[in-house]
């Protein structure tokens, strides 16, 4: 076929990128070659609009071993122990095909951790929906939840957290990101870089299908009124096979014959090999016949842009692949030696003796496109003036009550129950919490994750939303007792051809890198997904924070349930009444304009530092951050979890019960302390300079505010309980 413009635009190439091509090969591509170049240089893998800002964050720290570049970052837990983590966007796939994108991104996001020689321990994924009412919602989220379970739990890998959230942003445009954290030694930790010549390529895992060809592109792409069409392109998951490839992956390791090896996720064998030559500044040589294909008649095309899952491919040792194939025909799985490392620093195609395709590899990485794209700056917006009379007009139990029901509060336990969180016997924090704990086995260290986003607030103000998802992140890992590590990020937004969309790309990025840097909580890998709109109006922009952090002994783990009674309850951190923006403001004044709560780092570290030295003390029986609806909202998850109840207290201010209640101001906490310990605590709260309040006091089962109006805490539960549970069913 002859391949010209028109046939390169159809690949989601632009003409001038076309035209780059021809003039780097000295000639017209053939459809293999372009097909190749097309993968390589969609936004998904060339990152083409994202790379020049990404450069800002900061990706250095004492405990990083490995950060952005490889398959996943690498952190350090002391005694010769790493957590190898990552988090990516599988979003395009889920909306076409909810059960089998969800499926195929967690798949994904496994193998890119067990690449690297870990043994994943722990998922944890961030959903976002269309508004409630939308017609597609209900499918899609149940379809999505399924999909995460039904191949995590196959893998036995428990899910220990997560977040769901609806807006109808995502009406068109749903968001499925997928974590994975692995456990490894940091001396058996395996890189994707290529090395020595005439090594032998081998191909392991499943046969090559026609499934997932164009998904990378795909991926790059708006949607439209065809978007039924794009079936085809969504990749299809068996998580039976996947467990196999694992435990062959790993018996191969345990030795040392390998000397790279790779996950074929998007551009499956294109992107695995290219990437791999690259890093080892070498050539590639695939003899296309040897593929494994469990469909007949494949092209050369369709071989090289099959996206089928359940794949690797390994740079080995010579003389070792004897020993290798053995392992991969003890655990049932295709292997074939299809190739080897040259010194062309081309990679080369041969099928049935011709050579079908010669690249030089650093036209498909170092010569990809790089856009400065233009971008719109946002201005901070005007301050709602919010009159105190009609502040004053609410009930605090009536706004309580419509809060704890919204969908973005309710207890989304409909979900996290249909996946094995417990599986492997190590989760010691499941879902529901503010992070989701698993203990290193057979120590007393335990690992804490947790996944946020606040895509109204980064609609709001890009850069402080930025600020505000990275010191969430911070927060829920302090809430349970665990030192903050790192970060990895998921960047959804719309087209970055857009200013605003692209402005706020930007900005977010500036927000997550000034807190990063700020807190010494740096970004070890991550994803952007761009394109996440329909025809031309984009998502709200939602980057995802995936947080890990350290508990030295899981013995000192904090959980956010009260525990006893007449125990006393306090804030730390100050409350303000921030009322732009909050969750009150958006769903009960109907007011969608206004800043969102103002990120004051030093506060952030300060107070966090704090109550980790609180914590390590055994001086705090509970905590929680506030976030999302105020410092009442939390207060009743606190209640509904422990099944107490809290008599409150008048506090000393000039604020109106709504803007006290229901303001979000950030870098706070909830903590609950045994009386007789008052005096120490006040005394290192002090001594640090943060600020604090005493809430009230535990009771038995009902909320008592300060103007004598009852809650029982079983009214609250059922409400908070039911909304997700009556809706999908």
Known sequence: MQVNEKIAIDHGLKADEYKRICELLKRTPNLTELGIFSAMWNEHCSYKSSRLHLKKLPTKGNKVIQGPGENAGVIDIKDGDAIVFKIESH???????PYQGAATGVGGIMRDVFTMGARPIANLNSIHFGSPQHKKTKNLLRGVVHGIGGYGN??????????????????????????TLGLVKRNKIF???????????IYV?????????????????????????????????????????????LELMAGDSI????????????????????????????????????????TPYEIMLSESQERMLIVLENGKENLAKKIFDKWNLDFAI???????????????????????????????????????????????????????KFKTKDVLIKILANQ??????????????????????KP??????????????????????????????????????????????????????????????????????????????????????????????GNVSFYNQTKDVGIKPTPSIGGVGLLEDYKKMVSMDFKENDNLVLVVGKTEGHIDQSLFSRTILDEKNGPPPEVNLFNEKNNGETLLKLINQNYIESAHDVSLGGLLTAISKMCIKGNKGIKLKKPKHSLSDIEYFFGEDQGRYIIEINPMNLNEVTQILEKNSVHYEELGIIIEKEMILYDKTKVVIDELKSINTNWLKNYMS
Not at 91 to 97: G, Q
Not at 293 to 298: G, L, P, V
Request: aromatic fraction near 6%.
């Open 91 to 97: 979003n395009h796939p889920s909306f076409i095909e």
């Open 338 to 392: 299809i190739g080897k490392t040259t010194n062309t620093k081309n990679i080369e195609l041969f099928f049935k003796n011709e050579k079908v395709a010669s690249i030089p590899v650093n036209t498909l990485v170092e010569n990809a496109p790089i856009y400065d794209r233009k971008w719109k700056k946002s201005k901070l917006p005007k301050k709602n003036k919010i009159k105190k009379d009609i502040l004053n």
């Open 408 to 429: 973005n509060i309710c207890s989304k336990e409909w979900i996290w129950q249909q996946y094995d969180h417990t599986v492997m016997g190590d989760t010691i924090q």
């Open 205 to 249: 895992g499943s046969k090559t299908g026609r499934d997932g060809i164009h998904g990378a592109s795909m991926a790059s792409a708006s949607f439209d009124e065809k978007i039924e069409e794009k079936k085809p392109t969504v990749q299809v998951g068996d998580p039976f096979t996947e467990k196999l490839l694992l435990e062959a992956c």
């Open 259 to 298: 000397i790279s090896i790779q996950d074929m996720g998007a551009a499956g064998l294109t992107s695995s090999s290219i990437e791999m030559a690259s890093k080892g500044n070498l050539g590639i040589e695939l003899n296309l016949d040897k593929v494994p294909c469990r469909e007949s008649k494949m």
């Open 154 to 179: 196959c893998m036995g890998v428990p899910t220990i957290a997560g977040q769901t959230s609806f807006d109808s942003s995502y009406n068109g445009n749903i968001l499925v990101n997928a974590m």
């Open 191 to 201: 890189y994707s870089k290529a090395a020595g010549l005439n090594k032998p390529v």
């Open 432 to 525: 529901g919490g503010d992070s989701g704990v698993v203990r290193v086995h057979g120590t007393n260290k335990a690992v804490a994750a947790s996944v946020d986003s606040s895509a109204v607030y980064c609609w709001s103000h890009p850069l402080t939303g930025g600020k505000q998802v990275v010191a969430e992140s911070w927060r829920n890992l302090i809430s349970v007792g665990a030192k903050p590590i790192a970060i990895t990020n998921c960047l959804n937004f719309g087209s970055p051809e857009n200013e605003d969309n692209m402005g706020e790309f930007v900005e977010c990025v500036e927000g997550i890198s000034e807190a990063s840097k700020y807190l010494d909580f740096p970004v070890v890998s």
